[in-house]
């Protein structure tokens, strides 16, 4: 059985300890060395990062996220066992675990590190595709002879090296194919490295539930649900066209997942498909003023990522939820992509004076979609609005004086309200 000292990095036959260092953490398996796709996930990352750089907490349950009116961004394990999750209503978090310590997240200081962690894994391939700041997918496929080692080995180095240089851990999930290796890393967290090999992919499967599957949320499980489906067992039952008919798309998908097929490949630099930033009020907000503050200051940020990645949008989005979580969204197609705030804010304010009708709001979004290359964007004007040049150009200048001397050098008076 081929085995791997994940400490030493040590190959050999299957054993309870490892022969070279003695160490207890072995990973075995009888396609150890010739799996080749790997998904890595940090550990709790937004936690594990305050929990490093602040060591009084170490040993607390921590909770990344806003205020009593926030959501949950992550927990530590610790704030885990107590049932705390991501995405949960903060005022539940903290009833669930009321010693918990709630610390803002510093997404600046996170996507310094993730981009510290990608560096790290372009050193084993260059076929790395990101889902978010902490978790991406790694193809490894022929990199064995450059680094004289196979796939698991590297993997287990890369592990090493975000715990030494870094001072955080993450888990491996190896497999045959991208949708495999996503589950395998959950397998065993934290600090896991775990592997689903071909020949036991229909047996691993099989009594699983469908809410494995990655971007099957609860209006989708609920459908399988009432269609008879809650395992992988239950969808293998089905024929392939009777899927797709009542489940279009998805029920393609469904099928070959249900056989443990996926053949997507792992794509380095993968497009942005949409930006988009929100904020959760510690209080629900009706003021028409203070929501116009909070609307400029989400369309400056969505446009200084617009700019950022020389993207434009052709699509505006604005969402507002109300206090008991009923989400309102509303889309604007513009006459051609924009990357202004300007011009972001302006579309999403008509939306939010059509959509907000006085009501209180607990949170509200802007987003801009149908993304395209920035030299596509703000060519044509306006011919009912002769001020959108000068506009234009008046925000061109600001953030030219922003990049030289900082973001808060120049301030639009709406956002200070």
Known sequence: MPSLCRDCLHPFERARRCPACGGPRIVAHPELWDLSIAHMDCDAFYASVEKRDNPEIADKPVIIGGG?????????????????????????ALRLCPEAV????????YADISRTIRAMMRDLTPSVEPLSLDEAFLDLTGTARLHGAPPAVMLARLIGRMRDELGLSGSIGLSHNKFLAKIASDLDKPQGFSVIGRAETADFLRDKPVSLIWGVGQATRTALHEAGIRSFADLLRWERTDLVARFGAMGERLWHLARGQDRRRVTANAPVKSISNETTF?????????????????????????????LAGRVVT???KHSDH??????QALREPTQLADTLYRAARALMDQAADGAAWRLLGVGLSELVAAAEADRAGDLLDPDAPRRA??????????????????VKGRALR
């Open 326 to 331: 009923r989400t309102v969204t509303r889309r």
């Open 68 to 92: 009593r009116r926030g959501v949950v961004s992550t927990a530590c394990y610790i704030a885990r066992i107590r049932g705390v999750r991501s995405a949960m209503p903060m005022f539940q």
């Open 393 to 410: 150009g008046a925000e061109r200048a600001t953030d030219a004086i922003r990049a030289r001397f900082g973001p808060d050098a120049i």
């Open 102 to 109: 709630v610390i803002r997240p510093r997404m600046e200081v």
């Open 318 to 320: 604005l969402k507002l």
């Open 282 to 310: 510690g209080e629900d907000i009706a003021d028409p003023d203070l929501l116009d503050g909070h609307l400029w200051r989400l369309s400056e940020k969505v446009a200084d990522r617009a700019k950022a990645r020389a």
